[in-house]
């Protein structure tokens, strides 16, 4: 729901989060750029629950995400990946292409549908910390609707049946 990078939720800490302001400020790994997100509702509901519920307690890193078992260290990207694999796994979702089974499809996926609702490029760009619209366009290709729009239509364009 935020469009935040692997990288970035790993590198998430606690001190990043403004629970009076309902903000999240994050430098972002990849470009260095320093990113303001509203803490949207759910997103703190979850967030709240781990805390409260899942994290160590005791633990001495400041980072959001941490090892369930001892050493209480930071989560990597990698880590991510398996805890969202899981997740999508447990939820039963099919994936047939065989990929979008991380953290990233939910970049994808928030992408697709800012452009189902008509949001601008350069708006889901920016959202999702990307420095130009190059960056974003491969999301194009998620919005099946307006990729069909697309097609050439081949009728009355017959191969010729005779070949050499």
Request: aromatic share 4%.
């Amino acid at each position: 729901r935020t469009g935040l990078r692997p990288s970035d939720v790993a590198g998430l800490r606690l001190a990043d989060i403004d629970w009076r302001q309902a903000m999240i400020t994050v430098t972002q790994h990849k470009t260095g750029t320093v990113v303001v997100l509203p803490l949207l509702a759910d997103v703190g509901a979850a967030l709240t629950d781990y805390l409260l519920s899942d994290r160590p307690a005791h633990a001495l890193d400041d980072h959001v995400f941490l090892r369930s078992q001892a050493p209480h260290v930071s989560l990597g990207c990698s880590d991510l990946y398996h805890v969202a694999a899981g997740a999508f796994a447990r939820a039963q979702t099919v994936n047939t292409s065989g990929t979008g089974r991380g953290m990233r499809v939910l970049r994808a996926s928030l992408a697709t549908g800012m452009l189902q609702q008509d949001v601008p490029l350069p708006v889901i760009s920016g959202a999702l910390g990307h420095r130009g619209i190059d960056s974003a366009k491969h999301y194009l290709a998620g919005d099946e609707a307006r990729m069909r729009q697309c097609c050439l239509d081949f009728t009355g364009i017959e191969p010729n049946r005779a070949r050499p």
